[in-house]
């Protein structure tokens, strides 16, 4: 591995040099609870029959049989057959189109064969086209013109084949976007169930404003939608493709790579808060695109005393069943041991230290390769830190890694902090950057 040259080479030329030298040591769509149903409404029930002879079910079978490996939704775009759908629906048979095949089904029970053409990861978006001439000249769902943006608290109607039970509508609440998030979602106040993925969500004359992707874990009536607009992008740059031949890895590779770096380049491009602490300026970053929550150990609290930060990105990027990236993680947490005295204190802060899961070698990404060290900004504005940094890279998406950052300082006697940063699915350049600039964060807080 050529990482660890290179990264003490970036490493001296941003300003860290070595203290001490240190032995080498070996981060899908859900389904919401469900929830007491609404009575529908004569607008659903219109919406409802204007919009059913262009839903389909998309079901994923296995290659030699007709039994489904899983099911989603999805709805015609065109007259020539064209289908949007969501990419997580249709993954096993974008990444193993030898053992999986897709099928569709109507509401009054016509069914074909589905081919892919292209897919947007990013926005979990697929373009399906159904094979041969079945359906072929049914009108179309239209997509509502983006300039005609909705108020929050319209209603808007979600669509889809719940559970594989039945074609259904919900009635739900357009509010706004979501905030803080990396890229656009829609926040629709409605059920979306396990089996919606990839349906439409129209207004009320009946145009395309989203499609469902997801809802939140243990809520009600919190669920999300993907902007139709990106729909409409995806349909305009690949309706004439023709439909993808062997496993779709190399165009997901090449769609995850443009992505890292936008993402990496807007957070290194963001400057660090200060988490206000006496002591240590720790790297707290922006909330432009994370959220982030924080708690401590009781005020009469007579042991080990310390404040915790925790900072996220709450949207992944889905591959498959197995595999989430994209997205980033950090925390720390500033320790306060002087109700202990500096053996006690030592022991502690060095099991939280040795205490933290780097990763293992599994199906998708190899073990962690690490590399630790003692560094210390050259202009001796920051403290002297303990550092491990780790890559884990991707077996099927060649130049993808996953980043993991541990840091704790050194020069206290009873206190310290301890901070973690992970980046998932970046390129090796890119893990670099992001390594200097959350190390960079760290610095004092009053001169020493």
Known sequence: MRIFPLLAGLLLALGFVPVLQAQTAPAAAAASAPAQASPVSATARRVYEQAR??????????????????VGSGFLVSEDGHVITNYHVISQAALEPSRYRLRYATTDGRQGELQLLDFDVRRDLALLKIAGDGLRGVAPL???PPEQPLAKGDRIYSMGNPHDVAFAVVEGTYNGMVERSFDELIYYSGSINSGMSGGPVVDEQGRVVGINVSAMFFAQQMSFLVPAPYASALLARSRDAKAMAGPAW???????MAYQDELSARFIAQPWRSADHDRYRLPVPQEDFMRCWG???????KGLEFQRSQCRMEHAIFINGGLQTGFLNMAHEAYDGSKLGAARFAKQYTASFRNENLGRNDK?????HCKEDFVQQADGKGPPLRAVICLRAYRKLKGLHDLSVLVTTVDGRTEGALGRFDAHGVSFDNALRLSAHYLGGFGWTRAQ
Do not use: W
């Open 53 to 70: 002879s262009q839903l389909l079910q998309i079901r994923t079978l296995l290659q030699n049989q007709d039994s489904q490996a899983s």
């Open 142 to 144: 239209r997509f509502r």
């Open 250 to 256: 190399p165009d997901l590779r090449q769609q995850l």
């Open 295 to 301: 708690r401590g150990t009781p005020a009469d609290s």
């Open 364 to 368: 998708h990404r190899t073990a962690p």
